[in-house]
Nanobody
Framework: QVQLVESGGGLVQTGGSLRLSCAAS????????VGWYRQAPGKQRELVAN???????NYADSVKGRFTISRDNAKKTVSLQMNSLKPEDTAVYYC?????WGQGTQVTVSS
């Protein structure tokens, strides 16, 4: 059974930082691109960043220079370091690989 479990969300002030983590099990983690997505109230889910099996990252324009995605294939984890957070970063953040999704973790940035 495949499981993706996110952690690390919370409430932070504008300009603050959070680090999200996603732990995978039941899947051959190292061969898949892994992505972080987010969905704000009333908006569609959007890609924030992803990282290929070989480690090449891609970022949405809105987070470039502020967020960093990384992966540890040995530990089957992917992380998202989020700096200089803005109120518009407020959303539920999900990790995803292949066709699987985690349950999401709430990130709230207060102004």
């Amino acid at each position: 059974q495949v499981q993706l479990v996110e952690s690390g969300g919370g409430l932070v002030q504008t300009g603050g930082s959070l680090r999200l983590s996603c732990a995978a099990s039941g899947i051959r983690f190292s061969i898949y691109t892994v992505g972080w997505y987010r969905q704000a109230p009333g908006k569609q889910r959007e890609l924030v960043a992803n990282i290929a099996s070989g480690g090449s990252p891609n970022y949405a324009d809105s987070v470039k220079g502020r967020f960093t995605i990384s992966r540890d294939n040995a530990k089957k984890t992917v992380s998202l370091q989020m700096n200089s957070l803005k109120p518009e970063d407020t959303a539920v953040y999900y990790c995803s690989m292949d066709r699987y999704w985690g349950q999401g973790t709430q990130v709230t940035v207060s102004s």
